[in-house]
């Protein structure tokens, strides 16, 4: 049994844990034809999967085509990501300094450089996000011309929620294909539960898969509260209701913290990945967190942090039934 939330890897082992999908086809079409794919989804919707699952695919195929797959959210910015790419090429790290100023030339000089990790084998880049829509706008919009100029092919994972930054112009021409992830229909819930509690408790599967949740993250959290701590899947899918209703009313800005919240887990009011996706201020992200706090939808602790001083850390409250 395996209801653990972790993104699927390129395995032969991982990939009979995978509940193959049409928009897997339509990804490894477009691969092969060379046509450069934005795949949107929402936090949890299996992004990271389906792009494992391609590369996978890839490596099996009639065809000379190498999965080359890049962990985008590593980076800082555009020249820690064209450094990582580098590496995941076989090539030497150029040694970017990411708090060095902005430098046009060396960013330019980098994208240059990755043609040295073309190779003879035609390539696919397999982007896992980036560190923000503003990082992705810089490299596929101001340097689009000249990533345009490389042997390679290009698909690229995001949030449905920085859907604008990747393709606000001159970015929306690099994209031949936008590629919305849609929701697990009931069949595809009962075959991912199936695959992931190996034939145990089938009653909890088919109360599970009737909940059309559609949402594979969720609905793996789902079942480990069923599994682990015998909870009422139904009760516990009001309550999940009840608190994302609760959240929308408070208005955009609080239902994109909790969004984040539950990608990243557990955050505080200074951290730069937070405030960077939000594009916010930490002023107004202690707003937000507060107001979450007083309505009872998040809780807070203190923890010590790097240099030894206590940090006030937020995280979602738990709202499984008792």
Do not use: C
């Not at 929306?172 to 294909?177: E, G, I, L, N, S």
């Not at 009653?203 to 789902?222: H, I, M, W, Y």
Request: net charge negative; proline share 6%; aromatic share 4%.
């Amino acid at each position: 049994m395996d209801l653990t939330g972790r993104p699927l890897l390129d395995t032969k082992a991982d990939g009979e844990l995978i509940v193959d999908r049409d928009i897997l086809d339509t990804l490894l079409r477009s691969a092969e034809r060379g046509l450069n794919v934005l795949l949107l989804g929402e936090r949890g919707s299996g992004k990271t999967t389906l792009l494992r699952r391609l590369a996978y695919r890839l490596r099996g195929g009639d065809g000379p085509i190498e999965p080359v797959f890049v962990e985008g959210s590593l980076a800082h910015d555009e020249r820690t990501f064209l450094d990582l790419l580098r590496y995941r090429l076989g090539l030497q790290p150029a040694g970017v300094n990411p708090a060095a100023p902005d430098d046009t030339i060396q960013i330019l000089n980098l994208v240059r450089s990755l043609a040295e990790g073309a190779g003879e084998t035609r390539k696919v880049i397999l982007v896992d996000h980036l560190p923000s829509a503003s990082v992705a706008h810089s490299l596929f919009g101001r340097l689009r011309d000249e990533l345009w100029q490389l042997p390679f092919t290009w698909i690229v994972a995001a949030d449905e929620s920085e859907r604008g930054g990747y393709l606000a112009p001159p970015a929306d021409a690099f994209f031949d294909v936008v590629l919305e992830v849609p929701p697990f229909t009931q069949e595809e819930q009962r075959r991912l539960l199936e695959r992931r509690m190996g034939g145990e408790n089938p009653e909890a599967v088919e109360v599970l898969a009737s909940l059309d949740e559609g949402n594979p993250r969720r609905l793996l959290a789902l079942a480990r509260e069923v599994v682990e701590r015998q909870v009422d899947p139904g009760r516990l899918l009001r309550a999940l209701s009840d608190r994302d209703n609760k959240v929308s009313s408070l208005g955009r800005s609080a239902t994109m913290l909790v969004g984040e919240m539950e990608s990243l887990g557990p955050v505080s009011a200074s951290d730069d990945r937070l405030l960077e996706r939000l594009g916010w201020t930490r002023e107004r992200a202690v707003q937000v967190l507060r107001r979450l706090e007083d309505e009872g939808i998040v809780v807070s602790s203190q923890v010590k942090g790097p240099s030894g001083r206590p940090r006030k850390v937020y995280q979602l409250k738990d709202v499984s039934p008792r």
